[in-house]
């Protein structure tokens, strides 16, 4: 089974919408989230962490976690072509354990005008 | 911001041969990595290196790859010999230190492509 689920697979929105994407651990002992994108023909970036319950806000993107069912959102507010990407979900193991953020398979994201 | 350079962009070989990939990680980052990546879809972790040494490697790092950093020089992925199921996008990746909040950065990749 795969440790990190992410959907959906793919969505378009219209420029200047909202775009929700999602994603959740099985594993109890991962939950420590990192949202990444990845351009065409570059490496995934990262965008931003969420470790704590709650809403963690940085500019257009919020992330919502909610630590008991190990769901991570990420909406993206007033969205622009320019975010068209994969998105990926990564999760991490509590610290001290050995570092390698697993991936989810990503959602793709169109952004039309 | 820190970047990674990964060196070829691209590489053709014939199955069978030996290929290196080149890394070149963010100059104070002392964790590394090498993920896979197969038609722009799902990254799957192959191996992570720290002081010399591996840390973890996943199934897919099978017996053919190797990992090294020679002192001052690229962190590398060889594989020898290759097979047509490597063909992929091959992402190395540097940290600073190993704890859950460490951001990974990537570099472009490298797509080998194995006839």
């Known amino acids: 089974q795969q440790k990190v689920q992410q959907s959906p697979e793919s969505l378009s929105v219209p420029e200047g919408g909202m775009a929700s994407l999602n994603c959740t651990s099985s594993?109890?002992?991962?939950?420590y989230f990192w949202w990444y994108r990845q351009h065409s023909g570059e490496g995934p970036k990262a965008l931003m962490s969420i470790f704590s319950d709650g809403d963690k806000k940085e500019g257009r993107f919020t992330a919502h976690l909610n630590k008991a069912s190990l769901h991570v959102s990420l909406h993206i507010r007033d969205s622009q072509p320019s975010d068209s990407a994969l998105y990926f979900c990564?999760?991490?193991?509590?610290?001290?354990?050995?570092?390698?953020?697993?991936f989810g398979k990503g959602t793709s994201l169109v952004v039309h005008p | 911001g820190p970047k990674v350079l990964q060196i070829p962009s691209h590489q053709i070989i014939d199955m069978g041969q030996m290929v290196t990939l080149n890394c070149d990680p963010v100059s104070n980052h002392l964790y590394f990595y090498w993920y896979k990546q197969i038609l722009g879809q799902q990254m799957e972790f192959l191996v992570n290196?720290?002081?010399?040494?591996?840390?973890?490697k996943s199934k897919l790092f099978k017996d053919q790859f190797s990992v090294e950093r020679p002192d001052g020089s690229y962190f590398t992925l060889k594989i020898q010999p290759t097979a047509l199921e490597d063909s992929a996008v091959y992402f190395c990746?540097?940290?600073?230190?190993?704890?859950?909040?460490?951001?990974?950065?990537f570099g472009h990749g490298t797509k080998l492509s194995v006839l």
């Open positions: 290196f720290y002081n010399g040494k591996v840390m973890e």
């Open positions: 594993d109890r002992n991962f939950q």
């Open positions: 990746a540097s940290s600073l230190g190993r704890i859950s909040n460490e951001r990974l950065f």
């Open positions: 990564a999760v991490s193991e509590s610290p001290g354990g050995n570092y390698k953020p697993t």
